[in-house]
């Protein structure tokens, strides 16, 4: 079998025609302009290319964006200070603050002390708690994303063995809570593997849906797969310099040996990773319905 491939890039297009008409009606009927601010401290070129993007996709939906840029060794009160300002800020709906964070400063304080209204990241503890138990929140971009792209490739989730590898806060933890939700595209039967996993081949082996997120390039190959599995990589790792000078990227998932067991695939880049900026404009422009009372 060759695997179908599942195109972020395509499906991430899609929705962003679909948003961005929803933004010119906001702002022809009601007057409403969705506004962003992303904030990146230090110089990381993953997290500058990515935070571009984000710049540059919400411009080109008509979301007015702020990019907010601040040396390495910003303190963190500088840095709180800041997320206070946007929290009081009528035409920014959204904030996003970039991660990793420096070292000295507290991921933790730094999320919470961003308005869960604004929290179109979906990681301060109110939404992560509201989304664990089923209510509305924003949806963390990137497991978000990973549903959308299980939904639109028509896989079925209800009653399917889904095995999810790596357990961040960002991604393995939220998207093995959101497939076992009890709602359409959840009711799965989900393993969270991690570092610790005894017999790791044992879990992957036994996936109809393979969702991987653990940072390491190319570390799942055909041998650790079930003939006909749909696999989702999550991964987006640099491992060297073309010669033009632009990064080499490659997922979790050894792309070439697996595609050709698996029913379905992402391929990296043009996989997730696009799926996870469009549904931060998705968060972004229902702040903004929410804001003006119209959601
Ligand atoms: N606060 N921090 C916060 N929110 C997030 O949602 C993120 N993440 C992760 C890292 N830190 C964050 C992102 O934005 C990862 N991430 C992300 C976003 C976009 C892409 C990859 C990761 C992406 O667009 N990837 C392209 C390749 C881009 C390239 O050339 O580097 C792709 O096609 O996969």
Redesign the pocket.
């Known amino acids: 079998m060759t695997a179908k491939i599942i195109s972020?890039?395509e499906t991430a297009k899609a929705i962003r025609e679909e948003l961005k008409a929803e933004v010119e009606e906001l702002k022809a009927k009601h007057n409403v302009v969705p506004g962003l601010v992303t904030i990146l401290v230090g110089e990381d070129p993953?997290?500058q290319?990515?935070?571009a993007?984000?710049n540059k996709t919400a411009h080109a939906l008509g979301i007015h964006s702020e990019q907010i840029t601040l040396p390495a060794d910003t303190g963190e009160k500088e840095l709180l200070d800041l997320v206070e300002k946007y929290n009081s800020d009528p035409k920014i709906h959204g904030i996003?603050?970039?991660?990793?964070l420096p070292k000295h400063i507290d991921e933790g304080k730094v999320?919470f002390a961003i308005d869960p209204d604004k929290d179109v990241?979906g990681?301060h503890p109110v939404n992560v708690g509201k989304m664990m138990v089923g209510e509305q929140c924003f949806l963390?971009?990137?497991p978000h994303g990973v549903l959308e792209l299980i939904q639109r490739s028509g896989t079925e989730t209800s009653g399917a063995e889904v095995v999810v590898v790596g357990r961040s806060n960002?991604?393995g933890k939220p998207v093995a809570n959101l497939m076992l939700q009890k709602r359409e595209g959840g009711n799965a039967t989900v393993t969270l593997c991690h570092t610790r996993t005894k017999d790791m081949d044992f879990h992957t082996k036994r996936a109809d849906i393979l969702i991987v997120a653990a940072g390491v390039p190319n570390m799942i190959k055909a041998d650790q797969v079930k003939e006909g599995v749909v696999v989702i990589d999550v991964g987006?790792n640099?491992i060297g310099m073309s010669d033009s000078g632009?990064?080499i990227?490659a997922?979790d998932v050894d792309f070439e040996s697996v595609k050709e067991k698996a029913a379905a695939i992402t391929?990296?880049?043009?996989?997730?990773?696009?799926m996870?900026?469009t549904?931060?404009m998705k968060n972004t422009v229902q702040s903004a319905r929410q804001h003006a009372g119209l959601a």
Do not use: E, W
Request: aromatic residues 4%; contains cysteine; positive net charge.
């Open positions: 972020g890039t993953a997290s290319s990515y935070v993007a984000k996003l603050v970039q991660l990793p999320l990241d990681f963390p971009c990137t960002i991604v987006v640099r632009k990064a990227l997922g391929p990296v880049p043009g996989g997730v990773g696009p996870t900026i549904m931060l």
